[in-house]
């Protein structure tokens, strides 16, 4: 498995090799109904049920490190910020958010218990602020301190969010879908696009910055993914129907389902 050193030697040759314009000709966004979490253009982090860690990829070699055991109880989003990876966590109920080194130790965490944070749906700011949904807007989390971020009517069910554009993309289900900035005005807005059989599973923004919902129809057995431009909301590209929730992206942008990712 390779250290933690290794792992940041690979970050530096990705930018190396984005430079050159030479980037790994594959990209899987979407694993088992998780999405991956990019860091550079060479390497991603994936959780999976039942593991008490961080699975850290190398797309170049193959290899994976598993970093975090014995940290994280029931992980499951994860993004790549300010140098560290920031991993959701559920232990006995209690919801946080865990930042770690590249070598798997915790710098902090955040305990949003107390906060009524929705379990799992968090994006991180180029500032370092932890943006959260609560039942009543979005809440922007700095140290031990909390602010509205953005505020907006309850809704029965909850959202996703993810780190976008130095801002944050939030989709509220049979609503809209929003590009609010770091100061939490929006850069674009787009209505609840498709009827009420569509489930949204999770959001993705892959290494080249393009942005993906994953989307489950559970009474036909199948998944798709729709991709937005994250310049308007517009939805341009779209995959085909998989009984699988696992999909790859290449460089192109051709996107497919890989049902060589499924689990067994």
């Known amino acids: ?37 990019p860091a550079g253009d060479t390497m991603f982090g994936l959780t999976h049920a039942g593991l008490g860690g961080l699975e850290v990829h190398d797309r170049r070699t193959g290899t994976i490190d598993t970093i975090g055991v014995g940290i994280l109880a029931s992980p499951w989003h994860v993004e790549f910020q300010l140098g560290h ?38 994006a991180v700011l180029p500032d370092g602020r932890l943006i959260v949904e609560t039942r009543d807007g979005l809440l922007a989390v700095t140290g031990d301190s909390a602010a509205s971020f953005v505020q907006f009517r309850p809704t029965p069910v909850s959202g996703f969010l993810i780190s976008a554009r130095g801002g944050v993309v939030h989709a509220l289900p049979d609503r809209h879908i929003t590009l609010y900035n770091q100061f939490g005005s929006i850069r674009w807005r787009v209505d609840w696009p498709w009827d009420e059989s569509l489930i949204v599973s999770d959001l993705e923004v892959d290494s080249n910055g393009r ?17 937005p431009t994250p310049e308007t909301g517009e939805i341009v590209l779209w995959s085909d129907s998989s009984s699988y929730a696992s999909f790859t992206i290449n460089r192109f942008g051709n996107l497919w389902a890989d049902s060589s990712r499924k689990r067994r």
């Open 85 to 122: 990876w920031w991993v959701s966590d559920v232990d006995q109920g209690r919801p946080s958010v865990a930042v770690l080194t590249l070598d798997g130790r915790v710098e902090r965490r955040y305990d949003l218990w107390r906060r009524g944070a929705v379990p799992h749906q968090f």
């Open 1 to 37: 498995m390779p250290t933690w050193h290794a792992a940041r030697e690979v970050l530096l040759a990705g930018s190396l090799l984005a430079g050159c314009g030479m980037q790994p000709p594959e990209h899987p966004i979407f694993a088992d109904g998780r999405a991956t979490a």
């Open 211 to 227: 942005l993906h919902v994953l989307t489950a129809v559970p009474v036909r057995g199948f998944f798709r993914v729709y991709s």
